[in-house]
């Protein structure tokens, strides 16, 4: 079995990955300025989200937060990113989107430590943590957003009652992320069991395959610049270039990316 089967089959796996492999990215990426970790998103005819001068080489990372973070309104919300990476889609929810507070999560100290430096925004803060053990009292937040990180985790199950556990009565969950088809059912299973209420949801995987396809040249820049040479085919699975085998599979209907709206009962 091929090492990125692996690394998403396997709860140990997946543990490796949060405790090894992103703070390993950090370090390898923290220079060149990496701010997104998530695959992308593009429609057919392109949107044109208008953007800042800085934000365009992130454009296709970018659209697929908006496509995630605008299924409501934001603004004036206190918001919670869970897994949010080296701080992009954080940052840019809160300088767009208008929320009242956002606040980004994370287990990779470096991670975070890279977010504190990079993205000095008012009303942005980040803090280390844990997505099945939230680190924040009950009924905190108005909104919580979750980009592309929950196959990751050991204990799915749990974060979804962490979700629902920090949701103020109303609140909403938004997310998006993607399973291999031996894992669906087990993942709609958990969801329909979660404490919150299905809103909206839409397979994605046409978007992100754009997306991905966009990203292509830059990602494979940035592989062959900065892994050495033993992590480029995992890094071109990570990073979905066209023609990879996440690529291929998403591409070949064996792989399903979704975007989900929850909102947590009154």
């Known amino acids: 079995m091929p090492l990125i089967d692996h690394l998403l089959a396997s709860r140990l796996a997946r543990r490796a990955i949060w405790t090894f492999w992103y703070p390993f990215l950090t370090r390898r990426l923290r220079a060149a300025e990496v701010l997104f970790l998530n695959y992308a ?11 800042e001068p800085a934000d365009e080489p992130d454009r296709a990372c970018i659209q697929l937060y908006h496509h995630v973070a605008t299924q409501t309104d934001l603004r004036g919300k206190t918001v919670l990113e869970v897994s949010c990476g080296h701080g992009g889609g954080a940052s840019w929810v809160a300088r767009t989107l208008r929320p009242a507070c956002t606040t980004g999560l994370d287990l990779n100290p470096p991670g975070v430590a890279f977010c504190r430096q990079r993205h000095r ?4 803060a980040f803090v280390q943590g844990d997505a099945e053990a939230l680190p ?3 009924g905190t937040f108005d909104v919580v957003i979750n980009v592309e990180a929950s196959h990751c985790y050991p204990h799915f199950p749990r974060f979804l009652a962490e979700v629902a556990r920090v949701l103020r009565p109303g ?3 938004l997310y998006a ?7 669906l059912t087990e993942w709609e299973r958990d969801l329909a069991a979660a404490p919150l209420t299905l809103r909206a949801s839409r397979v994605i995987n046409a978007e992100v395959l754009r997306g991905m396809h ?3 040249t830059r990602s494979t820049e940035l592989i062959v610049h900065h892994l050495p040479p033993w992590l480029h085919g995992l890094g071109r699975d990570f990073a979905g270039i066209t023609g ?8 070949r209907g064996e792989l399903s990316y979704r975007s989900y709206h929850f909102a947590k009962p009154r």
Not at 177 to 182: H, I, K, L, T, W
Request: charged content about 30%; proline content about 10%; hydrophobic content about 35%.
């Open 214 to 216: 966009r990203n292509s």
């Open 177 to 183: 992320d993607f399973r291999f088809n031996p894992g």
């Open 41 to 51: 998103f593009e429609e057919d005819p392109p949107r044109g989200l208008a953007l």
């Open 244 to 251: 990879s085998r996440i690529y291929a599979a998403l591409e």
């Open 121 to 124: 925004v008012e009303g942005l």
């Open 171 to 173: 609140g909403e969950f």
């Open 136 to 138: 924040f009292p009950t």
